[in-house]
């Protein structure tokens, strides 16, 4: 597994149809080590923390695997790294090889998976392509929120080394159904539950499915 570019960008106002919105998504690569904090990288910024960054969402990571999907996919071509608002593009961590919960050293950082990704209209506005978080969603390949344990530097180029495989190994793949398809499978939610480093929002909607179950039943 490898970090192959680090990426980031301060907020910015963006034409949006009629409108301009403000949003931290058009990342670029950066050069040399750079500072990852507890809650973000340094040079990178969110414009809505309601929604994005803050403590399980300092980082996203995306897979460079999936490059070669969109292009066939959306028959284009020149996406650099940092194309779907990712922090780190990394190699060789699909939804199907990482599970929430498992922590990785990379650079002289400790970092945490803490949930995948879920899509807002501003990877519409990143693409050009009105319906992209929708087709984005279905396809599986989404990527994932990290946490950071600690704080370091981190390059382009280094290596990212699994240093905790979470006990209930339940990938990011399987952590997305959860979401979106399988939402009453009672053992599955359990077992997500069990799982520390899950962030806090997740959490709370999957008890409340669990006490909303309970009801019905």
Not at 79 to 88: A, L, V
Not at 100 to 129: E, H, N, W
């Amino acid at each position: 597994m490898k970090l192959l570019s680090v990426n980031v960008s301060l907020p910015k106002p963006v034409a949006h149809g009629d409108e301009t919105v403000v949003t931290g998504i058009f990342k670029e690569p950066v050069g040399g080590p750079v500072m990852l904090r507890r809650l973000n990288l340094e040079g990178d910024g969110q414009a809505d923390p309601q929604n994005h960054g803050g403590e399980y969402k300092a980082v996203y990571a995306y897979a460079i695997e999936h490059y070669e999907f969109w292009k066939r996919e959306l028959g284009r071509d020149g996406f650099p790294p940092g194309q779907f608002g990712e922090n780190f593009t990394v190699q060789g961590m699909t939804e199907d090889d990482i599970h929430i919960g498992d922590a990785f050293r990379v650079g002289s950082a400790l970092i945490q998976v803490t949930q995948p990704r879920s899509p807002c209209y501003k990877l519409a506005v990143k693409m050009g392509l009105p319906n992209f978080p929708k087709q984005f969603l279905a396809s599986g390949r989404v990527g994932f929120y990290l946490r950071v344990l600690e704080e370091g530097e981190v390059s382009a180029g280094d290596a990212v080394e699994r240093v905790l495989v979470d006990p209930e190994r339940l990938t990011v793949r399987e952590m997305l159904r959860l979401l979106y398809a399988e939402r009453d499978d009672r053992a599955a939610i359990e077992r997500a539950l069990r799982i520390q480093a899950l962030s806090p929002r997740r959490r709370a909607a999957f008890q409340e499915r669990l006490r909303k179950g309970g009801e019905c039943e």
